[in-house]
């Protein structure tokens, strides 16, 4: 049995089965109304906190995230309204839903000052047990409930960002195997092939070996484009820059789309990690444009600062609609999003239905950019 003459503000911290619960604040000058809520509310099994003052409250919910506060109206010092006040205004607890604790005569005036400071509800005093156990059950609930969805996001996330970097680990390595082991095998085929061709007199066999050698070489780019499409060597070798040039170049070849490109020189060379985020980003915003915009031309506008890399792609075609931002099966934005995320950035897609789309891909450069 919890103990009145306990020091208020004290956790009592109530444990079922080792799992950590929800924490719900009581804050009331009344020691005798503090060790009543303390038994009732004790039953719910849940992390209790006291406090007897608003200034006690507000240095409790700056440190801890309650389910729920009761907060008593009428205080000496700093009362019930004004507690809730600045309980609302601090950052960590503007969200926190606050009942109030009210004497029947200021019912009405409590009630009004109560909703205009954010209450979420109240309850008269005395309090009626049961009324209260469900009240603050409610919320004890719903912050139990919402915890688990923050954590299974937080755990989403880092699977995708685990699984980003093994699918451009595993490219890597792909792309390397088939470029030096194919592209061996093909050179030391091609020269035994030369070699063959030049011991022979037939001019159908040496017709023959040519057309071999034709076939080798177009196997040798066929390896290359294979290579560059996993994983372009550029990217690594020459820098983000020189990668983003070229892949216009490629993009306005393979498409008719007109690409132009603004960019820094190319000795600015961001984070290898930044700069493959940026690279896949840039290559999925133009493959959207290709698939979907119906554009006749694309600009690329990437800028490196010491605070961060911006990254603006915008097309003259159809614009993407709002429905297209958020559908569930938007995958491809999805992930450019959580690829940009890893690096604390952020992707924004704007449409103008009819003039085109515009992506801003915006990431801090906490890493060392310039090399
Ligand atoms: N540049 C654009 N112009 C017009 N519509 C666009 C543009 N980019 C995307 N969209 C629209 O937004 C939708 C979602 O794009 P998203 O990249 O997420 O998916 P997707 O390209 O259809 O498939 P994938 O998952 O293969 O990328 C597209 O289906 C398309 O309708
Ligand atoms: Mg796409």
Request: aromatic residues 4%; proline residues 4%; hydrophobic residues 45%.
């Amino acid at each position: 049995m919890a103990n009145p003459a306990e020091p208020v503000g004290a956790a009592l911290e109530v444990r079922a089965g080792g799992v950590p619960r929800a924490k719900v604040l009581v804050v009331d000058d009344d020691p005798k109304s503090l060790f009543a809520m303390r038994e009732l509310l004790g039953e719910l099994g849940q992390e209790l906190m006291v406090a007897s003052s608003g200034e006690e409250a507000l240095e409790l919910a700056l440190r801890h995230d309650f389910a729920v506060i009761l907060l008593d109206v009428r205080m000496p010092g700093m009362d019930g309204f004004e507690a809730a006040k600045l309980i609302r205004d601090a950052e960590r607890s503007k969200a926190t839903p606050i009942i109030f604790l009210t004497a029947a005569a200021d019912e009405m005036h409590s009630m009004f000052r109560g909703y205009e400071v954010g209450a979420v509800d109240y309850l008269m005093k005395p309090v009626q047990p049961e009324t209260l156990k469900s009240k603050v059950s409610v919320f004890v609930e719903l912050q139990i409930k919402s915890d688990r969805l923050r954590e299974s996001e937080d755990k989403l996330r880092r699977l995708a960002a685990h699984l980003i970097s093994v699918r451009e680990e595993e490219r890597g390595h792909i792309a390397r195997e088939i470029h030096d082991e194919l592209g061996q095998v093909l050179t030391g085929l091609k020269m035994e092939v030369t070699s063959l061709a030049k011991q022979l007199k037939d001019p159908a066999l040496l017709e023959k070996t040519n057309s071999m050698c034709k076939l080798i070489d177009s196997t040798v780019q066929t390896v290359r484009k294979i290579a560059t499409g996993l994983r372009p060597e550029m990217l690594d070798d020459m820098g983000l820059i020189a990668a983003i040039a070229w892949q216009a170049k490629e993009f306005q070849k393979r498409t008719g789309i007109r690409c132009r490109t603004k960019l820094p020189p190319e000795s600015v060379r961001p984070d290898i990690e930044i700069a493959t985020t940026v690279f896949r980003i840039l290559q999925e915003i133009l493959t959207n444009v290709a698939r979907h915009s119906r554009a006749t031309r694309v600009d690329i506008d990437l800028s490196v600062s010491a605070e961060q890399l911006t990254l603006d792609v915008v097309d003259n075609g159809v614009g993407i609609k709002d429905s297209d931002l958020h559908g569930k099966r938007s995958l491809g934005l999805l992930g450019m999003q959580e690829r940009a995320l890893l690096f604390g950035g952020t992707v924004s897609v704007t449409g103008r239905p009819g003039q085109g789309t515009l992506v801003a891909v915006s990431i801090p450069s906490h890493r060392s950019l310039f090399a």
